[in-house]
């Protein structure tokens, strides 16, 4: 695709074929986004990650002391965008020995790879597009857990506000979500602007007990000058949580997603 890189004060816009992609550097979401992926997982040592932000995750993925970071992303241009100007940090993270950078169809990846991850992560565009949809279905959702590990989870998630779940938003968001329930013995929904799922073989992360979550991060040490490990809660209120997760189980009737619909 066609880049385009544009600058406003120390913030970076990219555009692919003159559609907006992500704004970078963006440390408030970055640090939020993979500090709470990490904290739904007691002990996660493997981590796939697809897509996100011109790479601009992986340096807050690797403060939690993982021994392998695969990083997927289709476009190498951005790749290269991301080396450029995305500062110090962002260099060492890619070239650091725990991360292997792929540049090839994160579908095709899922399928061959013999890895197997504690959390697998599709930080990706809504399924606007067929090429995106491929992310969204039963059939990736099937191959993603082939290689999660016996406690491994798949977090995803779909730009839907959790107060407004009625019309097409809720069926968009519904069918993915009843897509994953058709996959996973376990999926937990977490809202907060978007929604998040968390698919996962083993039990579902104690989100009714969400000290819990921000213990593990302060037992990794993740704290910062722009972080501390209670930020999180902001994305963990029980009472919205509820309310999307009830939105959702009333629309068990939608059409499930596949590469074929």
């Known amino acids: 695709q066609h880049l385009d890189l544009g600058k406003i004060s120390n913030q970076y816009n990219l555009y692919g074929n003159g559609s907006f992609l992500f704004s970078f550097p963006d440390p408030y979401r970055e640090k939020i986004d993979t500090n709470l992926w990490m904290s739904l997982h ?3 040592r493997s981590v796939l990650l697809i897509g996100g932000l011109g790479g601009g995750y992986l340096v807050s993925l690797l403060a939690h002391n993982l021994e392998l970071l695969d990083y997927v992303k289709l476009d190498a241009g951005v790749l290269d965008v991301a080396r450029g100007y995305g500062g110090q940090p962002l260099v060492q993270a890619l070239d650091a020995d725990n991360v292997r950078v792929h540049t090839t169809d994160a579908r095709r990846f ?3 790879t013999s890895e197997r991850y504690d959390v697998v992560v599709v930080a990706l565009p809504d399924p606007s597009t067929a090429l995106l949809n491929r992310f969204y279905t039963k059939e990736f959702y099937t191959e993603a857990r082939r290689i999660l590990k016996p406690k491994g ?3 995803t998630d779909v730009e839907a506000p959790g107060n407004y779940l009625t019309g097409e938003i809720g069926v ?6 009843w897509t994953l329930r058709d996959t996973f013995p376990n999926v937990s929904v977490l809202a907060n602007g978007s929604i998040i799922f968390v698919a996962s073989l083993g039990p579902p992360p104690p989100l009714k007990n969400p000290d819990v979550l921000v213990e593990r991060l ?3 040490e993740t704290s910062s000058d722009t972080f501390v490990p209670e930020s ?15 939105s959702l189980d009333t629309l068990e009737s939608v059409g499930r997603n596949s590469d074929i619909s």
């Open 110 to 112: 899922v399928r061959q």
């Open 153 to 155: 989870i798949l977090i």
């Open 218 to 220: 302060r037992s990794r």
């Open 232 to 246: 999180i809660l902001t994305r963990l209120l029980p009472h919205r949580i509820e309310a999307v997760r009830k």
């Open 172 to 177: 968009y968001a519904a069918s993915v979500y």
């Open 42 to 44: 007691p002990d996660p």
